[in-house]
């Protein structure tokens, strides 16, 4: 009992601080290509660990009337969830055959977790304008969530109806990637949308909106819960396109020449999602509900539809 709590808390330490590493080089990357696109010269290499370091060492204030305790803890169970959706997806990614039932629906969970959190902290901070922003995160988190599970459904029928991570990656060793499919070019499409509202990413960047709320959902964070806050979203950014890699593209082999084909495929994910933010104005909140009510739910239901007629 205890080396096996033992070795599950040093799973959860290695794979959680990999990703968190995998995270802010992605973020670096993103802010680089970001600044070359507007004709600056962008940050060193450093700066997003700079960034978080910074805030570390910043005071936390709390907003007068404040629900003081859910204000504080929200960015620290946002960052757990987070840190906890990263070990099991990266366990999975090394050792596809070993898993539990149900660890897709688990990570499902965790991955709305930092949104959850950030509703609830903006809410309990009591500043108009962090609620308004908490409304929009609120709106567009249960508009992009339809489309996005329906393509995760998909996956799992194509894959035989095995609720498990591991079965997922071996099913598509033996068959081919689900993404050479018309349902799986489909559902492509959706994950990569919805990956971008999920990251608060332009076009999605709706809840925070730095040029009209003033930073919207995290308005009233500062110092280390805003440091948990900026990490998470940090380790959200190396996961999903992680995630998106297990559902459409064989995950990414841990041995010889298939970590160079793993990196390749993270890194055009990560090129789809940096170009489709560098290339779009912010929409508003109701044109994201109709968006993804509309045409990505509509196109998601086709892929799954498609599945079903073997597609």
């Known amino acids: ?10 799973i959860f330490v290695v794979f959680s601080f990999a990703t968190l590493v995998l995270g802010l080089i992605t973020s670096w990357v993103d802010r680089k290509v970001t600044a070359r696109v507007q004709a600056r010269k962008g940050p060193p290499w450093f700066q997003p660990v700079a960034d978080v370091v910074k805030l570390l060492g910043k005071e936390t204030l709390v907003p007068e009337g404040s629900g003081r305790a859910v204000f504080l803890y929200a960015p ?26 149900g660890d897709i629906v688990v990570l499902i969970y965790l991955l709305v977790v930092p949104a959850v959190t950030l509703i609830l902290g ?27 599970l329906i393509v995760i459904a ?28 018309l349902s799986g ?5 959706v994950l990569i949308l919805s990956a971008q509202a999920k990251l608060g990413l332009v076009p999605f960047d709706i809840p925070e909106a730095d040029q009209e709320l003033m930073g919207g959902i995290i308005t009233e964070y500062s110092g280390p819960p805003l440091a ?84």
Do not use: C
């Open 122 to 148: 903006a809410s309990a901070s009591g500043n108009p304008i962090a609620i308004v922003g908490a409304s929009r995160e609120m709106k567009q988190m249960l508009a992009y969530e339809l489309p996005y």
């Open 185 to 189: 070019i489909i559902g492509f499409v």
């Open 154 to 181: 998909t996956v799992i029928y194509r894959s035989g109806l095995d609720l498990r991570l591991g079965s997922i990656i071996q099913a598509q060793t033996a068959g081919g990637w689900h993404l050479w499919s």
């Open 1 to 10: 009992m205890l080396q096996s709590g033992i070795r599950s808390l040093v």
């Open 228 to 311: 948990m806050i900026k990490l998470q979203k940090t380790m959200l950014l190396a996961v999903l396109p992680l995630f998106i890699t297990v559902l459409l593209m064989g995950g990414i082999s841990s041995s010889g020449a298939g970590i160079i084909w793993g990196i390749l495929k993270y890194v055009v994910i990560v090129v789809l999602i940096v170009l489709i933010r560098n290339t779009n104005p912010r929409v508003r909140i109701d044109q994201a509900v109709k968006f993804f009510w509309g045409p990505m739910t509509v196109l998601a239901l086709a892929g799954l539809v498609f599945a079903f007629m073997g597609w």
């Open 76 to 101: 620290l169970f946002g960052l757990a969830g987070m840190a906890l959706a990263a070990s099991i997806l990266g366990y999975v990614l090394v050792r596809p055959e070993i898993g539990f039932v």
